[in-house]
């Protein structure tokens, strides 16, 4: 079983930067692929971006692709997304997702494990 849990969120002016971190339990951090998603109000939740469980080939939604940086710590237990350039559109709630695999895709169903979600809210 693998916990986690989202931080880092807040209201930010667009142009300016957050990052988020997630904490995962658990013992099989270093053997789960991690992914980012987002649901903003009134939207399906959808792909931001994910990594594999080595830290190699991260990928990213193309809405995100140059201003978003998925990358994790394995020591810490801890995957984060730097997100830069921020616009009004980002706004949503952010969830981190383990996957049972190594490496996973950018579909939901491929993820077993989410956390709460960590709100981010972007003003024009």
């Known amino acids: 079983q693998v916990q986690l849990v989202e931080s880092g969120g807040g209201l930010v002016q667009a142009g300016g930067s957050l990052r988020l971190s997630c904490a995962a339990s658990?013992?099989?951090?270093?053997?789960?692929?991690m992914g980012w998603f987002r649901q903003a109000p009134g939207k399906e939740r959808e792909f931001a971006a994910h990594?594999?469980?080595?830290?190699?080939?991260?990928f990213y939604a193309d809405s995100v692709k140059g201003r978003f940086t998925v990358s994790r710590d394995n020591a810490k237990n801890t995957v984060y997304l730097q997100m830069n350039s921020l616009k009004p559109e980002d706004t949503a709630l952010y969830y981190c997702?383990?996957?049972?695999?190594?490496?996973?895709?950018?579909?939901?169903?491929?993820?077993?494990?989410w956390g709460q979600g960590t709100q981010v809210t972007v003003s024009s």
């Open positions: 658990g013992r099989t951090f270093s053997r789960n692929a």
């Open positions: 997702a383990a996957a049972k695999t190594v490496v996973a895709g950018t579909d939901q169903v491929e993820y077993a494990y």
């Open positions: 990594i594999s469980s080595s830290g190699g080939s991260p």
